[in-house]
């Protein structure tokens, strides 16, 4: 049973923009955080940004300034606005609830070339 869908991903050139979609049942997102992770090759999957129920966000070092993240309660999809990309920023990303985790999606690849 697939209950988080990511979508949007691409390939992009260095300094271009994506807006990564997740969506995810009623049961799973309400009034729930949620959060976007990304997983390089050879690399751990890494924590990119947060978002709680109420909207309060929290983004990784790497990405703050740059990547903007959202949720639409109505449409139970939670949203990762991706500007002034960067070859580092290749991975495979993926959307999640970092307190109380499900099964892992499939992911949407984002690859920025130089």
């Known amino acids: 049973q697939v209950q988080l869908v990511e979508s949007g991903g691409g390939l992009v050139q260095a300094g271009g923009s994506l807006r990564l979609s997740c969506a995810a049942s009623e049961t799973i997102f309400y009034l729930k955080a949620m959060a976007w992770y990304r997983q390089a090759p050879g690399k751990p999957r890494e924590l990119v940004a947060g978002i709680t129920s109420s909207g309060s966000t929290n983004y990784a070092d790497s990405v703050r300034g740059r990547f903007t993240i959202s949720r639409d309660s109505a449409k139970n999809t939670v949203y990762l606005q991706m500007n002034s990309l960067k070859p580092e920023d290749t991975a495979v990303y993926y959307c999640?609830?970092?307190?109380?985790?499900?099964?892992w999606g499939q992911g949407t690849q984002v690859t920025v070339s130089s």
């Open positions: 999640n609830r970092p307190q109380f985790p499900i099964d």
